[in-house]
């Protein structure tokens, strides 16, 4: 049987759909395309409207011909209206989601027995589980090794509902990550990216990221590569910043900013001042030689005049993200800013045009500066391999060879259109 799993939304999603993936490949399933699925899952965002709307578009499509399961976390907060899309679909809600993950055996003793899939999905019972099953020893779409450490969020942006979805923060035992990330060492991975709703809340009350980091770079081997997913900035202290200048953390970093205006911060409820972004900036700037910076900020904010815009420009531009995922407003049902005034959606989307365009300006200049820097590259599929600053490069070997996925090669960028990282000697 053929299933194909869609994902939406961070970095966590995706690594809590490998590890779904890793269940069905090991219980003989073949994981296709969604033309060839007879089982779709899909794991949903609700971190912006649209969002919602691609979920419910391709829900709608996969429903047509295949049975669809529809987790996370626009399952979590609407799920009479995913049910509503299409009779052919089965929510698993996020308490119930690491269930997913014992659904395959079941599902392959079932349907030996003589079951329909639909017969076998729904005589399943799910379990309130523990958000830190998702452990997977093999990876379907990424040649890197994902590991989640934390999930939920304490904070209360007032225009974020994931918290509201993914409930407070917990973390996985600082031991329990150690001795997961050995285990993906053993077996034979280079890189690991770890993963949580907001990362730098791992472990707040105790020693935080930075001594977890620390473990990990104690325990591991020097061939190992560390890379940490999106960094709030509000637990972003000196412990975590004094580990980024081992050559095994990787120089890429994602920061969400959301807004460079002290009062538009405030009214939404983000619990760090541009200055300490400022900071954070440095640092890594210090740690690493010109590392990869990327942040989010939203365009439109409730309380953003032209004023506290420019404040947010002005910084972006004067700081050289390498790049910016650009988000214009999108109030969201049950959050503090839902019913705030904000600017018309045609100034709003005006000034998300205008900050798409610097980020394309900022991340050319970003390209230019790596022509002829020495630099690692991760093999992924084919000669597609992606470098330690995060970019997607084809690798040139001698002899025009191919590369082997998931071996790390060494050599030049040669060319940024296309970028192209030439291997001297393997």
Do not use: W
């Not at 709307?53 to 295949?66: C, D, V």
């Not at 639909?118 to 099953?133: I, N």
């Not at 839902?338 to 100034?347: A, D, G, I, Q, T």
């Amino acid at each position: 049987m053929n299933v194909f799993i869609y994902t939406l939304g961070c970095r966590l999603n995706q690594a809590e759909s490998e590890a779904m993936a890793d269940g069905f490949a090991s219980n003989g399933f073949s994981m296709t395309g969604p033309e060839e699925a007879d089982l779709v899952i899909v794991n949903s965002c609700t971190v912006t409207q649209k969002a919602e709307q691609k979920a419910r578009r391709m829900i709608r499509l996969f429903a047509r011909h295949a049975l669809v399961i529809v987790t996370g976390c626009y399952a979590e907060v609407d799920p009479e209206a995913v049910r509503s899309l299409s009779g052919n679909v089965v929510l698993f809600s996020l308490k119930e989601k690491a269930s997913l993950l014992s659904l395959p055996g079941y599902l392959s003793a079932q349907l030996a027995a003589g079951m329909t899939l639909r017969e076998a999905v729904d005589s399943f019972t799910c379990r309130l589980c523990d958000p830190f099953a998702f452990d997977a020893s093999s990876f379907q779409y990424h040649s890197r090794a994902y590991l989640k450490i934390q999930d939920g969020c304490d904070n209360a942006c007032g225009y974020c509902r994931t918290t509201i979805a993914r409930g407070p923060s917990v973390s996985l035992e600082a031991d329990e990550v150690v001795r997961r990330a050995l285990k993906l060492e053993s077996e034979g991975f280079h890189e690991i990216m770890l993963t949580g709703v907001n990362l730098t809340m791992y472990d707040h009350e105790g020693e935080g990221l930075g001594g977890l980091v620390e473990k990990l770079l104690a325990a591991l081997g020097g061939g190992m590569r560390l890379r940490l997913s999106s960094m709030e900035p509000d637990h972003v202290d000196d412990r975590l910043l004094d580990t980024l200048s081992d050559k095994r953390m990787q120089p890429h970093f994602h920061i969400p900013i959301q807004s460079a205006s002290p009062a538009v911060l405030s009214k939404a409820n983000r619990r760090y001042s541009i200055e300490h972004v400022d900071y954070i900036i440095s640092r890594m700037r210090m740690a690493k030689d010109d590392p990869f910076i990327a942040c989010d900020v939203i365009a439109g904010l409730p309380g953003e005049g032209e004023e506290e815009f420019m404040e947010t420009y002005d910084f972006l531009q004067s700081h050289g993200f390498s790049a910016m995922h650009v988000f214009p407003y999108s109030p969201r049902p049950s959050t503090p800013l839902y019913r705030e005034r904000h600017p018309e959606e045609r100034v709003r989307d005006e000034r998300a045009a205008r900050l798409r365009q610097l980020s394309d300006k900022l991340g050319r200049r970003y390209l230019e500066r790596q022509l002829g820097k020495r630099v690692e590259v991760l093999a992924e599929e084919g000669d597609e391999g992606t470098t330690g600053n995060y970019l997607k490069a084809r690798i040139a070997l001698p002899g025009r060879r191919t590369a082997v996925s998931g071996m790390i090669y060494e050599g030049i960028i040669s060319s940024i259109d296309p970028i192209t990282v030439s291997v001297e000697r393997e």
